[in-house]
């Protein structure tokens, strides 16, 4: 079965801080892409950064940025320099060959001033 | 350019009722995706469509529950006698074509709460 696992279902950290969520995904496939979502109170889904599977460099999106360990099936994401704007819920996802997304459960991120 | 569109933004339903979902996709999308998302859970897939043709509905409930997406016009999710357990947020994307290199982009969500 395809899954995804998000083990925090929170986080905090202090404002300009750093933060790495962490997310483990199950799958079979040798071809595939993974993203981070952010979803803040508004509840529209945001992408934060994706990776490509066949890639081996870590993508970077400014203070985003992402270790990829396909051996190890993980994917976490690191925020640099946490900003207040950063506190949401947080969602890996994956894409099968079904071009369906597989969503984790979430990590809530709170960002202490 | 406008991003994807779906309204209402909230819809309450009695039980018993019919609910319809609308999703406009981004401007020469062509590829349109569901999900839902139930309090304190990640999304989960519904169907995914093509114009006038539905690819994969392996996410969606058997009964009550059914999607299209015409030549003209937005993609509709219709619900069916809706029950308290599909109170959820539906959220639509779009994607320019399909496969697991197009991203999908999401509307702002329908949060259904049925009474």
């Known amino acids: 079965a395809q899954t995804v696992t998000q083990s925090q279902p929170e986080m905090s950290v202090q404002e300009a801080e750093t933060v790495t969520l962490s997310c483990t995904y199950d799958t079979s496939e040798s071809d595939y892409y993974l993203f981070w979502y952010k979803q803040p109170p508004s509840r529209q889904m945001i992408l934060v950064i994706r990776q490509e599977a066949y890639k081996q460099q870590n993508a970077t999106e400014n203070r985003f940025s992402v270790n990829f360990q396909k051996a190890a099936k993980s994917f976490s994401l690191k925020i640099s320099d946490s900003q207040l704007g950063d506190a949401a819920m947080y969602f890996c996802a994956y894409t099968n060959s079904n071009y369906q997304l597989i969503w984790g459960a979430g990590t809530k991120l709170i960002i202490k001033p | 350019n406008a991003g994807v569109m779906q309204n209402p933004r909230h819809l309450v339903r009695r039980r018993g009722q019919e609910a319809r979902l609308r999703c406009s996709p981004m401007?020469?999308?062509?590829?349109v995706y569901w999900y839902r998302q139930l309090p304190e859970e990640g999304l989960k897939f519904m169907v995914y469509?093509?114009?006038?043709?539905?690819?994969?509905e392996s996410g969606m409930p058997k009964e009550r529950f059914s999607a299209e997406f015409p030549k003209e016009g937005p993609s509709i999710l219709r619900i069916q006698q809706v029950v308290r357990g599909d109170s959820a947020a539906y959220f639509c994307a779009s994607s320019r074509l399909g496969g697991t290199a197009y991203e999908q982009y999401f509307g702002p969500g329908t949060r259904l709460t049925v009474t």
């Open positions: 469509l093509q114009k006038e043709n539905i690819i994969d």
């Open positions: 401007k020469g999308h062509s590829h």
